[in-house]
């Protein structure tokens, strides 16, 4: 009986699963659902890995573990915050339109408001420091008040952060 010949693995076709390969971005979206949907405790590499239809270990591989998914959730979540440019004659309205697109985003994503609370800005992703770049920017701007050191940013940001809680389910 003659052996089945076997084509060498460079020159063989991919067997293609029908399902489309993990990536970052996937896992960080799929990981936001979750959190969205079940909060926070809900959210498990395991789990994750099952609603992927992938092995817990294959999330390994795009990211380090849960507190860096996390940190990758909360950097995408806050590119949805907008913070305008101030018009230089009065901060005010650009400050109060952020305030109410921080607002929207941590009800869009209940979990969103506890994590930046207890955590801080300790998440500075490329997003988020672009937020607090520009927020920060409204209050140095020439028509602003004179910042002290960065007690108006920080009052500001904790007073988002507070009445987000306030107003999450």
Not at 116 to 135: D, F, H, I, K
Request: aromatic share 4%; hydrophobic share 50%.
């Amino acid at each position: 009986m003659a052996a089945k010949a076997i084509k060498p693995v460079r020159v063989r076709e991919n067997r293609e699963t029908g399902q489309p390969a993990l990536s970052r971005a996937a896992i960080v979206r799929e990981a936001i659902a979750v959190l969205d949907a079940d909060g926070i405790e809900a959210l498990s590499m395991r789990k994750l890995g099952g609603r992927l239809n992938a092995g817990a270990t294959s999330l390994y591989r795009h990211v380090a573990n849960k507190d860096e998914l996390m940190e990758l959730a909360i950097d995408q979540v806050a590119a949805e915050i907008t913070v305008p440019a101030s018009d230089g004659a009065d901060w005010r309205p650009a400050a109060a339109e952020a305030a109410w697109s921080f607002r929207a985003t941590a009800l869009r994503h209940p979990w969103l408001a506890s994590v930046l609370g207890e955590a801080g800005l300790a998440y500075l992703g490329p997003n988020l420091m672009s937020v607090s770049e520009r927020l920060a920017a409204l209050f140095t701007a020439p028509a602003s008040p004179p910042p002290d050191d960065n007690d108006v940013f920080d009052s500001c940001v904790m007073l988002l952060i507070d009445g987000a809680l306030a107003s999450s389910p």
